[in-house]
């Protein structure tokens, strides 16, 4: 699992109220990425950092913001909730060097009511 | 950016038999293509990839195939088990920073 957890697993929310989710990695990975899963959608990239204090947005970004303060963390954070951000979010992490080889965190399911 | 269209979206087949998953990619600049299977309540798992300058890689009963003139690459599964049996998504990703996902396709194998 690349020592990759997320938190929390699960969370209910109200819309207009903000969330965090944090992403945790054991192995010192530089690359770190935040997606989000819908039906009909696939997975599609938020956020992404290449380093501390490094991050550049994806193609979903609108909505969402992150910080990485350390290499073992990666937070996504909802300033003001909507429900269209009701979705399974996933970290993952990036191999080094030349490899793209990508590993997925377990996943954390928001419910924006 | 990218636009990666991935057939079926879904597939069942016996068990023993092949599987075959599509997908097509738009830009010429993608470089890298993984395939990723995942299962009930599970983040996805990367179970093959392969890069521009190849175009065949095999591990075991799992196959990719990558024609890069008509922008499309598959993914093969030889004798099919039940456990074979989740979501697979294919993906093309350039940089390495910019992943993008095919939609997905749910392989059930009958026993």
New interface residues.
């Given amino acids: 699992d690349a020592g990759i957890t997320q938190s929390p697993r699960h969370k209910v929310t109200e819309t207009g109220t903000p969330v965090t989710l944090r992403c945790h990695q054991t192995e010192n990975h530089r690359?770190m990425?935040w997606y989000r899963q819908d039906p009909?959608?696939?997975?599609?990239?938020i956020h992404?950092s290449?380093g501390v204090k490094d991050t550049?947005k994806?193609?979903v970004s609108d909505g969402y913001s992150v910080s990485r303060s350390k290499t073992e963390d990666f937070l996504l954070t909802l300033e003001s909730a909507t429900s269209s951000q009701t979705s399974v979010y996933?970290c993952?992490i990036?191999t080094a060097g030349n490899s793209?080889?990508?590993?997925?965190?377990?996943?954390t399911r928001l419910t924006v009511t | 950016?990218e636009n990666?269209e991935?057939h079926p979206s879904t597939l069942s087949v016996q068990e023993g038999d092949s599987a075959v998953i599509k997908c097509t990619y738009s830009d010429s600049a993608s470089n890298?293509f993984?395939w990723?299977k995942q299962e009930l309540?599970?983040?996805?798992?990367?179970i093959i990839?392969i890069r521009s300058n190849v175009g065949e890689k095999k591990d075991q009963r799992i196959a990719v195939t990558l024609n890069k003139t008509a922008k499309h690459f598959s993914l093969h599964i030889t004798e099919t088990q039940p456990e074979d049996s989740a979501v697979y998504?294919c993906?093309a990703?350039n940089t390495?920073?910019?992943?993008?996902?095919?939609?997905?396709t749910s392989l059930t194998v009958i026993p």
Avoid: I, M, S
Wanted: charged content about 15%; hydrophobic content about 25%; proline content about 6%.
């Fill in positions: 690359y990425y009909g959608h696939g997975l599609r990239l992404y290449y550049d994806g193609e996933f993952a990036r793209y080889e990508q590993y997925f965190g377990p996943g | 950016g990666v991935q890298y993984p990723y309540g599970k983040g996805p798992q990367l990839d998504f993906a990703a390495g920073n910019q992943f993008y996902f095919g939609t997905g």
